[in-house]
């Protein structure tokens, strides 16, 4: 379903926000660019987005909700490299010219117009399950951390660790479809720090000296990312006595957790008393962000979170469609936090790091 109530813009944006805010990280071109003809980074882009079609052709394929679904996966393959390809042409082509929102939604488009809801169903509720047996393990592994600056940086580590399950990235479609991953192994095996963007040190003092009254975490991937990341991360922020507020996609979009199926994870990691794990979670919020992509423009929100919203004192924007593609510049009226992984070697490349770097941006407002 469709959200039907309006969007509106996210009340804790800088305002005003047209001259404050653009959503797209990455400036694919300039005024003094010419409209009829793609730049080099349009151009790069679009390969990226041409290169992951065969892994989501091959998930539509195996979409077994669908009727004829390696016929229409085919139709899905053929209709989107053909409007990329028309990009290259002409950047003003099929409402252009491109950006990471306006390729992402293409794609949805026309996966849905073709009757595709959910082409990455199947791994996510496998990702779940096996994320789901972990958590109690990953939790006490942090609780067993007494020092809190470094129980803080295990569960950032966390963090990044489960952000690594992406299927939006054809690399890591690869290597997930072969080897599977582990997330233990994962957090031990992140890039050194300093990471390319590194405020955890500066996070950790606030951390050791302010309790932030309500924070809203917009939410990325399933599985691991999600139940043995953002959660245990969470149930810390609850702990401190911080209310917390999920912002989790209306509909689904590659590998992200939807609103409904983060209902579900969280009953199933609740005890019978309401518990996650020690933790009362009568302060934790799930809301409908309203958005249907792997990436968000902030002006476009549900009326439910922009209510939810309107009094917290720290926003998260966790993975990179959220907090590094869309977002990473973003200005707010109360602290924010931008985590992330890189994978994508176009955005490692934009922002002078590795791929598979990290980016910790924590700004404060002194108010």
């Avoid at 975490?217 to 911080?242: K, M, Q, W, Y």
């Avoid at 199933?268 to 792997?294: H, Y």
């Amino acid at each position: 379903m469709e959200s039907s109530s309006e969007m509106v813009a996210f009340p804790l944006l800088r305002t005003p926000i047209e001259s404050n805010y653009r959503a797209c990280t990455i400036p694919y071109r300039f005024p003094s660019d010419n409209p009829r003809k793609p730049t080099p980074t349009e151009l790069n882009w679009i390969d990226l987005f041409l290169n992951s079609v065969p892994s989501f052709k091959k998930r539509a394929e195996s979409d077994v909700t669908v009727a004829d679904a390696s016929v229409k996966a085919e139709k899905f393959a053929l209709r989107y490299t053909e409007i990329l390809e028309d990009f290259k042409k002409d950047p003003e082509s099929h409402g252009g010219p491109p950006d990471c929102i306006h390729l992402c939604r293409i794609r949805e488009q026309i996966l849905r117009e073709l009757g595709f809801r959910d082409i990455f169903k199947k791994v996510k509720d496998e990702e779940n399950a096996k994320a789901i047996s972990l958590f109690e393990d990953v939790v006490c592994l942090n609780d067993a951390i007494e020092d809190e600056g470094k129980r803080l940086e295990n569960l950032v580590r966390g963090i990044f660790a489960g952000n690594i399950f992406d299927l939006g990235s054809a690399q890591l479609a690869e290597v997930f479809s072969r080897d599977g991953m582990s997330f233990l192994a994962s957090c031990q095996n992140l890039v050194p720090r300093p990471w390319v963007i590194d405020d955890l040190d500066a996070f950790k003092l606030k951390w050791g000296r302010k309790s932030w009254k309500k924070a809203v975490i917009f939410v990325d991937n399933s599985g691991a990312d999600i139940i043995l990341g953002i959660l245990p991360f969470a149930r810390e922020l609850l702990r401190r006595g911080t209310q917390v507020v999920l912002a989790a996609n209306d509909l689904p979009s590659i590998n992200d957790v939807t609103y409904p199926e983060l209902i579900e994870i969280i009953s199933k990691l609740k005890d019978e008393s309401g518990q996650l794990m020690g933790v009362d979670t009568s302060n934790l919020l799930i809301a409908n962000s309203g958005n249907d992509l792997p990436v968000i423009d902030l002006t476009r929100i549900s009326q439910e979170l922009a209510y939810l919203s309107s009094d917290a004192d720290l926003v998260i924007l966790e993975g990179m469609g959220r907090g590094i593609e869309t977002n990473l510049y973003a200005q707010f009226k109360c602290d924010s936090l931008k985590i992330g992984m890189v994978k994508h070697q176009e955005v490692a490349q934009f922002l002078g790091g590795r791929l598979y770097d990290c980016v910790f941006k924590y700004n404060e407002v002194l108010g």
